[in-house]
Structures are given as structure tokens and as C-alpha cells.
């Protein structure tokens, strides 16, 4: 393996590296920390993304959530907007991936299991997908706050159980 070209760092300014070395010092381990980037912010960049995911602009929305799960690899609704991105796009085996990564970080999340299940059955997998929704309509049954994911579990199921 070659060995990274590091001549960029000589061009830093000194107060700058220095702060970088104080920050991993301190223990910084994500871009988030590196730069103290705090959750309101991290929002912040979140909502751009958003903006741009509800104006279709999927491109976009996918630059801004990768950015920001790149700063905070943890955070599940950025894996989430950016497998809705990929699933909008058909881009169905990305979408399962970042799908798949926000469920790792809530396994309980009704939203991520319905857009991962709806994804599954478009893309040929659809034993997972069907055990996804049910899962979901199990979980949200009739509360309120879940009625648009169980509602949307239960239109797929009886679609693809005929």
C-alpha cells in the first residue's frame, strides 16, 4: 500500500493544525467533535437536506445527508433521509445499506422499518420486506403517531399477500 501524500498538511497554518491536534487530544473521534459541531447544528444541515429532498432535488439531499453522516456517523435520520434518497431514485440496493444503518442505530424505529420493508419487496426481497411491515404494523398498531406507517405497512401487505 502506498503511503498517503501528507505534503498539504505543510500548508496548514499553525494555529489551525494546532487546533486540530488539540482537538484529538481532547478525543475527538468523528468529524462532529473535530470541529464541535453540536446536535442544533448538525439539525441545521439536516434540514437543508430535507429542503432539497422535498423539492426532489435527490442529488442534492444525498450530498447534504452524506456530509452530515460523515460528521456524525450515528445519527440515524441522516442514513435514513439518504436511503430515501437512493429509494427515490431506485436505487434500491443503496437505499437498503443506508436503511439498514439507521436501523442499526434504533432497531425499534417504525419509519426506517417501513421505508426499509416498502424497499425490500420493490427490489426482490420480499420475504424481509413483508416480515418489516409486519413488524411495523405489530409495533404501531392504531397509535396515533404511527398511523401513516402502519397504514402505509398495511396497503403494501395486502398488496403483495394476493
Known sequence: MPKPDLSELTNLPEDDLDDILA???RGA??????????????SSIENVALGYYRSEKYAEASLIYGLATRMDPTRMSCWRGLGACAQSQ???DTAIVCYDMALERDPNDIVTKT???ETCCLHGQRDRGLQLLREVVAAGGDLPQ??????????ILSSRMK
Not at 29 to 42: G, I, M, R, V, Y
Not at 146 to 155: L, N, S
Open 23 to 25: 482537538a484529538i487530544r
Open 29 to 42: 473521534s468523528t468529524p462532529k467533535e473535530l470541529f464541535d459541531f453540536d446536535d442544533s447544528s448538525l
Open 90 to 92: 431506485k436505487d434500491y
Open 115 to 117: 421505508c426499509l420493508g
Open 146 to 155: 404511527w398511523k401513516t406507517y402502519t397504514k402505509r405497512a398495511r396497503v
